[in-house]
């Protein structure tokens, strides 16, 4: 089981950046899926225009997300479903716990969904003495590594092909394999099975659509066409920033989704929910409910810049587009969410108190907004969120950030040389007289805490990182030499 948490990020990150399996793992899966996004996109000649599309329906449906949630409800209770609020996780999985045991269930199957795993519903269902089987390949290896997620759509993207057929073998007891079609027909046989005795089917949303109060899932497996119609009660669990006004938005949406998330055209199955079925020759759940979950959003809505984080559509494109994500993984941030949008979401779902270390997992490149399909500007967040960490009113529980006095000094400091022509040159012609001494091959490396007494920012990011040394001559000297030479 994968214990680590948010609050030991800098430890988390340096084993994973030790381990060169899962590097190796992250480096091929993440890189495949970035050309394929790159490739996938370039397919659309209008795709600028539908992610600016894609945006603005976002921003609309922020902004009024109480009619639409209204709209929603109406609509899916008129088609015969059920809706049910939760304020947060335990609520969540109080109602879900409960419709389990009033319909005496003893088995649930699951369809891959963050929300799910947001509120750690499995644990709730098997506190309960209920069987929780995930149908998602990539979530059914999890489950039997006993793991969780490292990825928003590829759960098991860190396990090597080698790695998934030794735990076959020891969880499943099949004959030593390394042929992806025998692995995956061995799933497919077992979960067929647990299908057919599944008294609940629980799924995620991606989409639920306010016209109709249809909800829409996207995968492809068939699993989640299985899991939300062969049991006769099916449950959704829907984050309630979910909801899109028309059900023509899912035109824009459905393009923009698998081509960010796995580089396809579309998705093998897409399942349009709504309400129950009506005669016994229609296919789906006798009884539906449709859980909104709330959990913080609320909170994320009421801020202009936070706002944003809630036009998350899941695709997991900044994940694997991250510099950081692909050299460390998603388990490492201790969190359900990982990568870029979970640094962001994170810290705002379970508070800052914990989770501090996660908006600082960033360089700030901006590769993630660039692949963003609906244009979240997450380094903006990334920054409002440490702005937030900086004010000691946010930090009674932060003793990290709060002993970090010497920041503001080394700010002001900052602001003063560059603000002076004259300091600015003194302090570059003490840097390079003074680089000589840290320099090992033509770069500045491993500062050693004898050697970096002096200047523990320098040791702190030769930690890390190698640092370029100032070219011998300075930017105003090179600029000089070159007028005076095409003067002559
Ligand atoms: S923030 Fe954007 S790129 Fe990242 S998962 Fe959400 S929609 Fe996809």
Request: with cysteine.
């Amino acid at each position: 089981m994968n214990h680590l948490t948010s609050e030991t990020f800098h430890e988390n990150a340096r084993a994973a950046l030790a381990d060169v399996q899962l590097r190796g793992a992250l480096r091929n899966a993440t890189s495949l899926f970035g050309e394929r996004r790159l490739s996938a996109a370039r397919s659309l000649k209008n795709w600028e225009e539908l992610r600016t599309q894609a945006r603005e329906i976002k921003d609309n449906v922020l902004l009024k997300l109480d009619v639409y949630l209204d709209q929603f409800v109406r609509q899916a209770e008129s088609r015969g479903a059920r809706v049910h609020w939760a304020r947060d996780g335990w609520e969540a999985n109080k109602i879900v716990c409960e419709l389990a045991n009033q319909h005496h269930a003893r088995v649930v199957v699951k369809s891959k969904s963050m929300t799910t795993e947001e509120i750690h519903l499995n644990d709730s269902l098997q506190g309960e003495g209920i069987q929780v089987i995930e149908t998602d390949l990539g979530e059914y290896i999890i489950q039997l590594a006993g793991e969780v997620p490292s990825h928003i759509i590829v759960p098991a993207i860190h396990k090597t092909k080698k790695q998934i057929a030794e735990l076959f073998t020891s969880e499943l007891g099949i004959e030593p394999t390394d042929d992806v079609a025998k692995l995956t027909s061995t799933a497919r046989t077992i979960l067929r099975d647990r299908f057919a005795a599944a008294d609940v089917g629980i799924s995620g949303v991606n989409f639920g659509i306010a016209e109709t109060g249809t909800i829409c899932i996207v995968e492809n497996e068939g699993n989640i066409r299985l899991t939300t119609s062969l049991p006769a009660l099916h449950i959704a669990v829907m984050g309630i920033e979910k909801v899109l006004p028309h059900f023509a938005d899912l035109d824009v949406f459905l393009k923009l989704l698998p081509r960010s998330g796995t580089g396809q055209r579309l998705t093998t199955y897409q399942s349009l929910i709504t309400g129950t079925k009506r005669r016994d020759s229609d296919e789906g759940p006798e009884e539906l409910h449709i859980i909104l979950l709330d959990n913080g959003r609320s909170r994320m809505l009421a801020h202009p810049v936070t706002r944003q984080s809630l036009a998350c559509i899941r695709c997991g494109a900044c994940l694997n587009a991250c510099p950081v994500y692909q050299q460390i993984g998603g388990h490492a941030y201790g969190s359900v969410y990982p990568g870029p949008i979970g640094a962001v979401i994170t810290p705002q779902l379970s508070g800052l108190a914990k989770t501090s270390q996660l908006p600082y997992a960033s360089s700030l490149c901006g590769a993630c907004r660039e692949v963003c399909p609906v244009k979240i500007d997450i380094p903006q967040l990334l920054l409002h969120l440490r702005a937030e960490i900086s004010q000691p009113r946010n930090n009674a529980n932060d003793t990290k950030l709060k002993r970090s006095r010497l920041e503001p000094i080394a700010f002001r400091l900052w602001a003063t040389l560059m603000s002076s022509p004259s300091l600015y040159n003194a302090s570059a012609n003490f840097g390079r007289f003074m680089q000589r001494f840290f320099m090992t091959d033509g770069g500045i490396r491993h500062v050693s805490k004898a050697s970096g007494w002096l200047f523990p920012a320098l040791r702190a990011w030769t930690s890390g990182r190698d640092l370029r040394p100032l070219d011998r001559t300075s930017f105003r000297s090179h600029w000089r030499d070159e007028l005076s030479r095409n003067q002559k």
